[in-house]
C-alpha cells in the first residue's frame, strides 16, 4: 500500500495520506526504509501513521499516544500529543516493553537523534 500511495501521490496530489499499520510483520531495515518513504512523502503531503515500530514513530515530526480505556460498556480512545520528553519514554516502551530502563531510555534518545540527523539530510 505504500508503495501504491507513493506513485499515485506523484500524479494525484492527494494532501493527505493516512497509514493504518502499514509496517505489519516487518523490522529492521525493512522498518526503517518504510519510515524514511514515509518521511520523504511527508515532504509534500501530510501524513498520518498508526504503528508499533519504533524505527517508523521516530522519524515522525510529531508523536501522539493513542490508548483505549473501558468503563463497564463503553470504550473510550485518548490522543495524547508527546512532548520530547514523552517521545522518548514512549519510543524506551515501544523498544522494551513494559519496562523503560535507562538503557533503553538511551537507545530510544539514540534512535531520535539519529532519525533526527537522516531527516535533515533529506531535505
Known sequence: M???K????????IPVLVFDEVDTGVSGRAAQA???KMSR???GRQVFSITHLPQVACMADVHYLIHKTT????TYT??????????????ARMLGGVEVTDKT???AQEMLD??????????
Open 2 to 4: 505504500l508503495a501504491l
Open 71 to 74: 468503563d463497564g460498556d463503553r
Open 6 to 13: 507513493s506513485i499515485f501521490s506523484r500524479v494525484d496530489r
Open 41 to 43: 512523502l511527508s515532504r
Open 105 to 107: 531510555l538511551q537507545h
Open 34 to 36: 518504510i519510515a524514511e
Open 114 to 123: 539519529l532519525a533526527n540527523d537522516k531527516k535533515a539530510r533529506m531535505d
Open 78 to 91: 485518548n490522543v495524547e500529543a508527546l512532548s520530547d520528553t514523552g517521545r522518548i519514554h514512549e519510543l
